[in-house]
């Protein structure tokens, strides 16, 4: 097996914060898995690397079918379920046996139930296997410090935590797997696209000019949580319904989804900002049981004084924005497109117009997703150093920066991120269904969660 060099194929180990970044971000834009035979993942076993899939909503069982994309690096089957709800066990199973049933083999005995679920599933696997960490982020740490703790590769979904203290966790997590021989993938895929690749060489080599200033924008429709009735202190249904919509489970949707184009930014700039300003708001009439702001808008400032300037909202008959850009000095470009399709262009001048594209790379060949597991899986197989840990909680930690600063109405720095001590539950290893939601996600008789106020609320 032959693969072009990949520079995200690196360990964290002494990599210090400035040449991380600039390696961290790079794929070749002619990146492809050849054809050749494969080293073997288990010595004196077969070849197959098994997957644990630990967490089965949309997002899980999509990663297992772009693992699935990579059979031809080598065998590779789903042979272990964990969650909490065994309905969603099983018809993730049914859904994907459809769609690939050579590489589905998990019968009932390996399909697991419960908080300590991810243990069972975990423990089946060996040494060259992936446990896929694909729950809500408010556990993923925990997942991913015992994956780490018995040798296993590691698949880890986007938010990586849902504050400063679970981020710290999983720092450490991505420090031990250095150690152990562990390789974790992180869910930021849009860093394995060889077309923006191809238009941050251009930017290096100043053909934009100087760069000004990046902004990102994911403006949808709207989307309010429901009241959740008498279970709205339930902590299984708190787990199971309450989603991006209470912040200690799911991060809140703008983390949730705009992690993304923050790290996007943070790649193209070259840096990781100091600090952020931010604002946020709900619509007029709101009626969301949730936590979650209509509105955020984010103004980043690295060190050298550049900007990012982000946007997220979620209203009702508003403009529709998905997408990243680059303004240069001499022309502007576009990095990034809808539901994160790498729409690459650079134009004539400082204009954003279709009519004005001056340049644009070869076009990507594969979807990010794919891109990202055919890295991944190449360096199992080839045993390579892989580990995104560290690059995904910085982009984590400047997320939390902008839901903290939008929270409260002021700048938040990444100072007051990374040594915050913040959490929002700090019994986590002990969940169970017995358990009580954590004091700020406690609603109200009528169902409303706390929402964020500014004076009465902080994250740092």
């Not at 017995?434 to 004091?439: A, E, F, I, M």
Request: proline share 5%; aromatic share 8%.
């Amino acid at each position: 097996m032959s693969m072009p060099n990949n520079p995200t194929l690196i360990s964290n180990e002494g990599n210090d914060r400035r040449r991380f970044l600039k390696t961290a971000g790079a794929v070749t834009a002619t990146a492809a898995v050849g054809q050749a035979a494969v080293a073997p993942v288990h010595a004196g076993e077969d070849n197959t690397i098994r997957l644990a899939l630990i967490g089965c909503g949309n997002r899980g069982s999509g990663a297992v079918l772009n693992a699935f994309n990579t059979a031809d690096q080598g065998p590779i089957e789903l042979y272990a379920i964990a969650d909490l709800d065994p309905k969603r066990i099983e018809l993730a199973e049914s859904a994907l046996a459809r769609k690939s049933p050579e590489q589905v083999n998990v019968p009932q005995e390996r399909r697991f139930v419960g908080f300590q679920a991810y243990k069972d599933a975990i423990d089946i696997l060996r040494p060259g296997d992936i446990a896929m960490c694909t729950t809500r982020a408010y556990i993923r740490p925990i997942h991913v410090e015992y994956a780490v703790s018995k040798g296993i590769h590691v698949f880890m979904e986007k938010p990586f935590a849902c504050d400063p203290m679970g981020l710290h966790r999983m720092r450490a997590a991505g420090e031990a797997a250095a150690k152990t021989g562990s390789k974790i993938a992180a869910g930021l895929q849009c860093r394995h696209s060889p077309a923006r690749a191809a238009l941050i060489e251009q930017i290096r080599e100043g053909a934009l000019g100087e760069l000004s200033y990046v902004r990102a924008n994911r403006l949808g429709g709207r989307r309010w949580m429901g009241s959740m009735g008498e279970k709205s202190n339930v902590i299984a249904e708190q787990l199971m319904f309450g989603r991006t919509s209470l912040l200690w489970i799911g991060s809140g949707h703008m983390v949730d989804n705009l992690i993304h184009q923050i790290d996007e930014c943070c790649w193209l700039m070259d840096d990781w900002p100091v600090e952020c300003h931010a604002m946020g708001g709900r619509e007029v009439g709101s009626t969301d049981h949730g936590q979650d702001l209509d509105t955020y808008s984010m103004e980043y400032t690295f060190a050298d004084g550049r900007k990012a300037f982000c946007g997220f909202r979620r209203a009702k008959e508003g403009h529709v924005d998905f997408a990243t850009y680059v303004h240069g000095s001499k022309k502007a470009a576009q990095f990034s497109g809808n539901i994160h399709k790498a729409i690459v262009h650079m134009y004539k001048d400082l204009r954003i117009d279709n009519d004005r594209i001056d340049w644009s790379p070869e076009p990507d060949a594969k979807n990010p997703w794919d891109y990202e597991w055919d890295h991944f899986i190449h360096a199992i197989r080839n045993d390579l150093p892989y580990n995104e840990c560290e690059r995904a909680v910085m982009a984590d930690y400047c997320a939390l920066m902008g839901r903290a600063a939008a929270h409260s109405n002021t700048i938040v720095t990444m100072g007051d991120i990374v040594s915050s001590k913040f959490q929002f539950c700090d019994y986590l290893d002990e969940l169970n269904e017995d358990s009580v939601p954590p004091p700020l996600a406690t609603a109200d008789e009528e169902g409303y969660f706390p929402a964020p106020h500014a004076g009465k609320w902080s994250e740092v």
